[in-house]
């Protein structure tokens, strides 16, 4: 598939009748993981609450995530509630888990971290188009560096028990 852009398939979701429907409107879209599902190459989307304060916005602990493959967006493989599973008995969801903006990125403008987000999504599409195309993904360090300076650092260990091995993959915290 030609032109992958995960940030769009996010977007598309986001629009979609399931998302409206099945997954409370409070909660944002998180940092997407890529995997295989089987033999299909498919999306895992985060998804947690945050709730604004005077100074600083709180991040709870992700909440639910969608799979659906890359190429069949429209066909979802999984639908989790984290509250619901057993393995995240222990979290409580009335505590933050983190809050935005975190120390790596505490000094970047608005304008600048939206255009930093873009960018990493723009590995996540280069990444994709390697990986469908059977070929190595040259820029894996580069995306490293940066999802690991976007990455919410309380945020990250429940990233890490949806996909380990994608997270620290491309996040060094």
Known sequence: MENTSVYNLITEFNHSDFRRKSIPQEVAAGWPCVQYAG???????PFF???????????????CSVTFPILNPKRLLDFTIYPLNPLWSSVDYNKPAGY??????????????????????????????????????EESDEMSKLFTKLMEPGLYPFYK????????SFCRL
């Open 49 to 63: 609450a945050r709730k604004a304060g005077k100074d600083k916005i709180a991040l709870y602990p992700i909440y």
């Open 100 to 137: 935005f903006k975190h120390e790596a990125i505490k000094d970047i403008k608005k304008q600048e971290y939206k255009e930093m987000c873009m960018e990493l999504y723009g590995y996540y599409d280069k990444m994709v188009e390697a990986v469908l195309a059977k070929k190595p993904f």
């Open 161 to 168: 028990k949806i996909n380990g091995k994608f997270y620290t």
């Open 39 to 45: 033999k299909m190459l498919a999306i895992t989307i």
